[in-house]
């Protein structure tokens, strides 16, 4: 475990102690990126509550929570229908 005083700059941290507040950035970007994402292809019926609401959820990226939020309660289960019409799936 890295353990950083509290007066230190960034310019003053080593490559090594910076790298992992860079991983976290790159992760939150990431679950804000893929829920965002997620949200606007998604059909109204297919979440949980309002698109505008879990969009802001999802703006809440304090350690990623409003987009795991997202992806853990606001989405309903997606039950595909597969209707047999000669053998290819819809």
């Not at 475990?1 to 976290?24: C, E, G, H, Y």
């Not at 350690?63 to 289960?77: D, E, H, T, V």
Request: net charge positive; proline share 3%; glycine share 8%.
């Amino acid at each position: 475990m890295i353990i950083i005083s509290l007066n230190k700059k960034w310019r003053d941290l080593t490559a090594r102690q910076k790298a992992p507040f860079v991983v976290r950035g790159i992760v939150q970007f990431a679950l804000l990126a893929a829920a965002l994402a997620d949200i606007h292809r998604r059909p109204e019926e297919e979440i949980k509550g309002s698109k505008w609401l879990w969009r802001a959820v999802a703006l809440v990226n304090f350690m990623g929570i409003g987009p795991i939020a997202y992806f853990l309660f606001g989405r309903k289960r997606a039950y595909r229908r597969i209707a047999h019409r000669g053998g290819e799936r819809t």
